[in-house]
């Protein structure tokens, strides 16, 4: 299973969250975002990855 959070989901903690493989490991090239109380996580560059605090 994934160790990552999907993307669109909402209600996670403001801060930084860094896409993820589909195994959950950190990409190399991986996007890195920040989010605000409330905020949803974006889509993410390709399907299948996720997002790590």
Do not use: S
């Amino acid at each position: 299973m994934a160790d990552h959070i999907k993307p669109g989901t909402d209600n996670k903690p403001a801060g930084k969250y860094h896409e993820t493989g589909v195994n959950g490991e950190k990409l190399k090239n991986g996007k890195t975002v920040n989010i605000g109380k409330g905020d949803r996580l974006p889509p993410t560059q390709k399907p299948g990855r996720g997002w790590k605090k």
